[in-house]
């Protein structure tokens, strides 16, 4: 179901209440006049008028274009053979026939409309921002100006990570939106977005910051709004009630694949970063230190004596990477990062990726109970690849040990051999053979190595043994336990 948007109206106030006098009498004041309450609430609603005359011009309309190459009627290439047949039997304008209508003539490529997005000019002289997925695999780029004047734009570069593209037309004097101050953003102002929705050009939709820094797993935080934003909309400025442009409408929150209610921009702020090293050279170059990081619940938090939830937990640490150089290890909360701290993990990729390679950083990670600075040097971030871990060998397994204490947990337990120690990448730990009961419920299973109780690091089933004796009767029981190629927590309930 598709729900349209939603504008808090303000209802004028009628004063009828008694004002105390020294006898204790009541004065009753007559309620306004009608016509006086709808002036005030209409003074009170805002006026777009002048922002959509003052930042109107500064939004363009963006039309893509895809070339293909000619097919067949099966939709398959045609070769020059299949070409000649066919304009025998059918004629040269058959789909698929070269027009040139001859054998050994180069196969064509057919342009075809791709789709309609907006952009606003960033620069007097040609530069224009959008949406990566608005330019996306493109070959030629429309840009159409508020006053009906068509350019081909050249995509200057495109960030998929972010979603953002900088295109250039060959044009002066163009009208420059006026960037905002993401900081002074406020949940609950009315902004405003100007764009292409459906290829309905220039259209003005209007609400509210609904949210500010909302986390949706993307690169960025998003503004979110109840803006109306739909297909085509993508590219285009919000804009706040001084006519500055404050975000890029991106995405939509939807089970229709229409508007909802919900939007999300993209900060301002952040898209100039990306546009300046677009502009400077075509790409964006971003830091990375090699971990692969979750959330810290507030059970870990409190059960590792961390306090609140916070910070980035430490999942598993890539060979070779500049966090394992520094020694980051599974099971590390990294709560700082160049000493800013991280609330949320969403936050360190950011801070990470805003760091120039090379770049000497400080790490804050706190481990067993205690906090400590790790130096780090800042790698460039890469293409992601799939790294698979090699098959153990098989090898005699150790006999399960009768240990009692993890036997009250649900578990049945071993130490690791040399060759399981190899393959997996880890100097120590416990192998869980069994769980059941207590162990069970938390989450555990056969095949997860456990690698420390509490803040006890444990490398034996020995030491296994003697952290579940020490910790605290009554309190669920950490335990950072590596499953696959990653560390995780789990509290067990005694």
């Known amino acids: 179901m598709t729900f349209a948007p939603h504008h808090n109206k303000l209802n004028s106030l009628v004063l009828a209440g008694a004002l105390a006098l020294g006898g204790g009498a009541a004065l009753l004041v007559p309620a306004a006049p009608a016509h006086a309450q709808a002036a005030a609430a209409a003074r009170a609603l805002p006026d777009f008028t002048d922002l959509v005359d003052q930042v109107g011009p500064s939004v363009v309309n963006i039309r893509t274009v895809e070339k293909v190459a000619q097919r067949g009627p099966n939709g398959a290439p045609m070769d020059e053979e299949m070409q000649e047949l066919f304009r025998r039997f059918f004629g040269p304008n058959f789909p698929g026939v070269p027009r040139q209508g001859r054998p050994g003539a180069p196969q064509q490529e057919e342009p075809r409309p791709r789709g309609v997005g907006s952009g606003f000019i960033l620069t007097a002289d040609g530069f224009v921002m959008t949406n990566a997925h608005v330019v996306e695999d493109a070959s030629e780029v429309i840009v159409t100006l508020a006053d009906k004047r068509e350019f081909k734009a050249r995509i200057v570069g495109s960030d998929q990570r972010t979603d953002v593209a900088v295109v250039k037309i060959e044009a002066s004097g163009l009208p420059a939106v006026k960037v905002g101050d993401i900081s002074k953003l406020r949940v609950g102002e009315w902004v405003m977005a100007i764009g292409s929705p459906f290829g309905l050009e220039n259209t003005v939709t209007a609400g509210i910051v609904s949210a500010k820094q909302r986390d949706t797993g993307s690169y960025l935080p998003f503004i979110q709004t109840d803006v109306a934003i739909n297909p085509g909309n993508s590219g285009g400025p919000l804009i706040n009630m001084r006519g500055e442009v404050v975000g890029i409408n991106s995405q939509i929150y939807s089970r229709s694949g229409g508007f909802m209610g919900i939007s999300f921009s993209i900060p301002i702020d952040e898209a100039i970063q990306v546009s300046e090293q677009l502009r400077a050279s075509g790409r964006v170059s971003r830091g990375r230190i090699g971990v692969q990081i979750a959330e810290v619940s507030r059970e870990v938090a409190e059960s590792l004596g961390l306090g609140k939830a916070r910070g980035a937990l430490v999942r598993g640490v890539e060979d070779g990477s500049p966090g394992a150089k520094a020694g980051i290890e599974a099971g590390d909360i990294i709560t700082k ?158």
């Open 337 to 494: 990062f160049n000493g800013t701290a991280i609330e949320r993990p969403s936050d360190l990729p950011r801070l990470v990726g805003a760091t120039k390679p090379g770049t000497k950083a400080s790490v804050t990670v706190f481990r067993r109970g205690s906090s400590r600075d790790l130096a780090v040097t800042v790698a460039e971030l890469e293409p992601e690849q799939t790294a698979r871990a090699a098959a153990p060998r098989e090898e005699p397994e150790p006999p399960v040990a009768a240990s009692a204490a993890a036997k009250s947990l649900g578990l049945a337990v071993n130490d690791l051999t040399a060759e399981q120690k190899k393959t997996l990448k880890l100097k120590g730990g416990v192998r869980v053979q069994a769980a059941s009961d207590a162990a069970q419920r938390a989450g555990l299973r056969e095949g997860d190595v456990i690698l420390a109780v509490g803040n006890a690091e444990v490398n034996n089933v020995k030491e296994l043994d003697a952290a579940i004796a020490k910790a605290e009767k009554g309190k669920p029981l950490s335990v950072l336990y590596h499953r696959g190629e990653w560390a995780q927590y789990a509290l067990i309930r005694r």
